[in-house]
């Protein structure tokens, strides 16, 4: 089974850790991952973008010209859709984006999104981030000792770390989230991940019971 070097917070390496994508994920779906992200910043949308209609544009009722004898086209309002400064004729109005595919595909989406990271070597493990008050140097430190600086870069701990968390939301590109809330959007747009190994434990014993669960759940209907 490959092994995944593992730094403490000066960037030496201390030990390794073995895990290999299958144990996520058996495989990876980009057809599934491509669903779930797009659903995540569906969700993210404000939906309040809007346009005016004819009724909602400010301008007289008074028609421009007589009805004939002009030579021009018959014309009844300076609001009307064709004319510039006029409303629109399908107007754009508020609207809810929001949508949400089955919990179970994005658990198996997450799971995968993080197997992708291990498979395409953009995952780097410390053996524990602890930071006795928040620290922005000391985060910025640690980024630069295991060759993360500069790059956009989602921190995953076991649970949430005020401490970690107020360490690096002030560093650009960078964003942290307890294992709980991981999802395959936010793991997939940085370019690394930065895991603890207390973390990647969890997110193991998460997978392993998601296929236990699975597996009892396909024999239950055998």
Do not use: W
Not at 19 to 32: G, H, M, V
Not at 42 to 56: P, V, Y
């Amino acid at each position: 089974m490959p092994s995944l070097p593992v730094y403490n917070r000066s960037g030496k390496k201390v030990g390794s850790y073995d895990i290999e994508p299958q144990d996520l994920a058996p495989r990876i779906s980009k057809q599934l991952l491509h669903d779930a992200v797009v659903m995540y910043q569906a969700n993210r949308r404000m939906g309040t973008h809007k346009t005016k209609t004819r009724s909602e544009v400010a301008g007289t009722t008074k028609k421009m010209y007589r009805q004939k004898g002009t030579g021009n086209a018959r014309a009844g309002s300076r609001r009307s859709g064709i004319r510039r400064g006029g409303g629109r004729i399908h107007a754009i109005r508020p609207r809810d984006y929001s949508y949400s595919l089955p919990r179970r595909a994005l658990q198996v989406a997450t799971c995968m999104a993080i197997a992708s990271k291990i498979a395409d070597d953009q995952i780097v493990i410390v053996d524990e981030i602890d930071f006795a008050v928040p620290r922005t140097k000391e985060m910025v430190a640690l980024l630069d000792a295991v060759g993360l600086a500069g790059l956009s870069t989602l921190v995953a701990t076991e649970q949430h770390d005020a401490n970690v968390y107020k360490s690096a939301r002030n560093i650009e590109g960078v964003s942290v989230s307890p294992v709980a809330e991981l999802n395959a959007y936010t793991v997939l747009a940085p370019r690394r991940m930065l895991v603890t190994r207390a973390a990647l434990d969890a997110i193991k014993s998460r997978a392993s019971m998601r296929k236990r669960r699975t597996a009892e759940a396909a024999g239950a209907t055998a």
